[in-house]
C-alpha cells in the first residue's frame, strides 16, 4: 500500500548559493517522522553529438567525489531561466558549442529520496564550434567519444556519472532509431 506523506511542518536548516536543506515532519503510515531535503533549483544536461556521431563531454575533479570525473556538459538553472536556455548557455560555456538543434529529451530527479533537483536533458545536434567561456572557477578538458566507446564506456563503470549515463544510453537509442 502507498501512503502519500503529507507535510506538518518545515524548517529551513540551511541555505547556500546552490542548495538549502530543509528537515520537514511528515505524517507516515504510523504517526510521523522527519524528513531531510535538499532544496535546489535543477539544472539541464546536454548531450551534443557531433556530424561525425561523436558525444562531447567534459572531464573534470569533482570535489564531492573526490576525483577527476568524466561527463556530459551541465550546469545549474540561474534564477527561474527556461531549462532550454540553461542548456544553450552551458553547451556554449563549457564546450564552446552552440546547437543548430536543440530538443528536449527528458527530466530525471537525480536521487528523489533526499533532494527536489531535477534535471532537464537535451540532445544537441548540428553543433558549431566556438570558444568556450568557463565560469571563474572552472577547470575541464573536453573530449569526444563515438557513441558506441561511450556506450561502453557506461556498461564498463568507467563513466560513473549519473547524469551522463542516463544522457549518453537516451542518445545511443534516439540516434538508432
Do not use: C, W
Not at 530543509?22 to 535546489?40: F, L, P
Not at 553543433?127 to 567519444?145: C, K, Q, S, V
Amino acid at each position: 500500500m502507498i501512503y502519500e506523506e503529507k507535510t506538518i511542518k518545515s524548517e529551513r536548516i540551511y541555505e547556500g548559493n546552490i542548495l538549502n536543506l530543509r528537515k520537514d515532519t511528515v505524517t507516515v503510515i504510523n504517526g510521523q517522522s522527519e524528513r531531510e531535503i535538499v532544496e535546489h533549483g535543477g539544472g539541464a544536461v546536454i548531450i551534443a553529438v557531433t556530424k561525425d556521431n561523436k558525444i562531447v563531454m567534459v572531464r573534470q575533479y569533482r570535489k564531492a567525489a573526490g576525483r577527476v570525473m568524466l561527463e556530459l556538459p551541465a550546469g545549474k538553472r540561474d534564477g527561474d531561466e527556461d531549462f532550454s536556455v540553461t542548456a544553450e548557455r552551458e553547451l556554449k560555456e563549457e564546450t564552446g558549442y552552440t546547437a543548430g538543434a536543440m530538443k528536449f529529451v527528458s527530466r530525471m530527479y537525480t536521487s528523489p529520496g533526499y533532494t527536489e533537483e531535477t534535471l532537464y536533458i537535451y540532445l544537441a545536434t548540428d553543433l558549431t564550434p566556438g570558444e568556450t567561456d568557463f565560469d571563474d572557477n572552472e577547470a575541464l578538458d573536453i573530449e569526444e567519444y563515438p557513441i558506441d566507446e561511450a556506450v561502453s564506456m557506461v556498461l564498463s563503470g568507467k563513466i560513473e556519472d549519473g547524469k551522463s549515463q542516463a544522457g549518453i544510453l537516451m542518445a545511443n537509442e534516439i540516434l538508432r532509431r
